[in-house]
C-alpha cells in the first residue's frame, strides 16, 4: 500500500505540471478556420486502368523484369472505380458513404523468377464490390481556404469472388472462391481546391482491422471454407488513391 501511495505521487508531480504547460501551436492551422462549411455536400469519384504485356520477339524466350524475373510472358491487368457522397453536418465535418469496384486479372503463360523458380499457365481473376459508411475531418494547412489536410474513419464491407486456374485444352482446373469482409480503418489524406467547387485529394490506408471469409470449391468437387482475421498499422503506396470532388 505504502509502495503503490509513493508511485502515485511521483506520477502527480511528473504529469502535474505537463497539464498546467501551455498547449503548443505548431502553426499548422486553426482546427475552427473554416475550410468547408456546415450544409454543403460534396460528391467524388475516382478510378484508374493500367495493362501491362510481356513476351518474345522475333523467337525470344520473354522480356526480363527488375532483372528479378526472367522469360517473361503473359498480362496483367488493373481496373478499378469509386463514388462517394459527404454531407457536412459542421464546419470541416462531414458523414457519407462510399461505392467501389476493383477487377484485377492475371496471365501468365511463362516465367522465371531468379532462375530458380519456373511457372507457367497460371492465371487468376479477382473482382470485389465494396460499400462503407465514412466520417471526414479536415484541419486547413496555415488557415489556408485551399489546403487542407483530412482524417477518414471507414467502416467497409466487401463481397466479390477470385478464381485461380490453370487452362487446358479440356477445359480449366482450378480453385473458385466467394469472398466477403469487413473492416474498420482510418485513411489520412491531403486536399487541394483546383476551383472554388473542384478538389483534388490523396489518400491512403493507414490503420485496419476487419474480418474475411470466404467458401473455396476446386475442381468442382471439393468443398472447403477460411477465415482470416486482422489488423494492422501498415500505411500503404500501393493503396494510394486519387480522387476528384465536386463541392456545391
Same mark, same amino acid.
Not at 51 to 60: D, E, H, P, S, T
Not at 237 to 248: D, S
Given at each position: 500500500?505504502?509502495?503503490?501511495? #509513493?508511485?502515485?505521487?511521483?506520477?502527480?508531480? #511528473?504529469?502535474?505540471?505537463?497539464?498546467?504547460?501551455?498547449?503548443?501551436?505548431?502553426?499548422?492551422?486553426?482546427? @475552427?478556420? !473554416?475550410?468547408? =462549411?456546415?450544409?454543403?455536400?460534396?460528391?467524388? %469519384?475516382?478510378?484508374?486502368?493500367?495493362?501491362?504485356?510481356?513476351?518474345?520477339?522475333?523467337?525470344?524466350?520473354?522480356?526480363?523484369?527488375?532483372?528479378?524475373?526472367?522469360?517473361? /510472358?503473359?498480362? #496483367?491487368?488493373?481496373?478499378?472505380?469509386?463514388?462517394?457522397?459527404?454531407?457536412?453536418?459542421? &464546419?470541416?465535418?462531414?458523414?457519407?458513404?462510399?461505392?467501389?469496384?476493383?477487377?484485377?486479372?492475371?496471365? !501468365?503463360?511463362?516465367?522465371? +523468377? +531468379?532462375?530458380?523458380?519456373?511457372?507457367?499457365?497460371?492465371?487468376?481473376? %479477382?473482382?470485389?464490390?465494396?460499400?462503407?459508411?465514412?466520417?471526414?475531418?479536415?484541419?486547413?494547412?496555415? &488557415?489556408? @481556404?485551399?489546403?487542407?489536410?483530412?482524417?477518414?474513419?471507414?467502416?467497409?464491407?466487401?463481397?466479390?469472388?477470385?478464381?485461380?486456374? /490453370?487452362?487446358? =485444352? @479440356?477445359?480449366?482446373?482450378?480453385?473458385?472462391?466467394? *469472398?466477403?469482409? !469487413?473492416?474498420?480503418?482510418?485513411?489520412?489524406?491531403?486536399?487541394?481546391?483546383?476551383? &472554388?467547387?473542384?478538389?483534388?485529394?490523396?489518400? +491512403?490506408?493507414? *490503420?485496419?482491422?476487419?474480418?474475411?471469409?470466404?467458401?473455396?470449391?476446386?475442381?468442382?468437387?471439393?468443398?472447403?471454407?477460411?477465415?482470416?482475421?486482422?489488423?494492422?498499422?501498415?500505411?500503404?503506396?500501393?493503396?494510394?488513391?486519387?480522387? #476528384?470532388?465536386?463541392?456545391?
Amino acid at each position: 500500500m505504502k509502495k503503490t501511495a #509513493i508511485v502515485l505521487a511521483a506520477a502527480l508531480a #511528473i504529469l502535474g505540471p505537463a497539464a498546467q504547460a501551455k498547449t503548443m501551436n505548431r502553426g499548422l492551422g486553426n482546427p @475552427k478556420s !473554416v475550410y468547408i =462549411e456546415r450544409g454543403s455536400w460534396q460528391l467524388g %469519384i475516382a478510378g484508374g486502368y493500367n495493362r501491362f504485356n510481356a513476351g518474345g520477339l522475333n523467337g525470344a524466350q520473354g522480356a526480363t523484369f527488375l532483372g528479378l524475373v526472367n522469360k517473361l /510472358e503473359g498480362d #496483367i491487368t488493373f481496373a478499378n472505380a469509386s463514388a462517394s457522397a459527404y454531407y457536412f453536418v459542421a &464546419n470541416n465535418i462531414s458523414v457519407g458513404a462510399r461505392l467501389g469496384f476493383a477487377k484485377t486479372g492475371f496471365n !501468365v503463360d511463362n516465367a522465371s +523468377l +531468379l532462375s530458380q523458380i519456373s511457372f507457367s499457365n497460371t492465371h487468376a481473376d %479477382i473482382m470485389t464490390l465494396s460499400g462503407a459508411l465514412a466520417a471526414r475531418a479536415y484541419l486547413p494547412l496555415f &488557415n489556408s @481556404k485551399c489546403f487542407a489536410l483530412f482524417a477518414e474513419a471507414r467502416l467497409s464491407g466487401k463481397m466479390g469472388y477470385n478464381k485461380n486456374y /490453370e487452362q487446358y =485444352e @479440356k477445359g480449366k482446373t482450378g480453385t473458385y472462391a466467394d *469472398v466477403y469482409s !469487413v473492416s474498420l480503418g482510418l485513411y489520412p489524406g491531403i486536399c487541394f481546391f483546383l476551383t &472554388n467547387n473542384i478538389a483534388v485529394e490523396l489518400s +491512403l490506408p493507414l *490503420v485496419e482491422g476487419g474480418y474475411e471469409w470466404n467458401k473455396q470449391l476446386t475442381n468442382d468437387k471439393a468443398e472447403s471454407a477460411m477465415g482470416h482475421a486482422y489488423g494492422a498499422f501498415q500505411p500503404s503506396i500501393l493503396g494510394l488513391n486519387l480522387g #476528384i470532388t465536386f463541392n456545391f
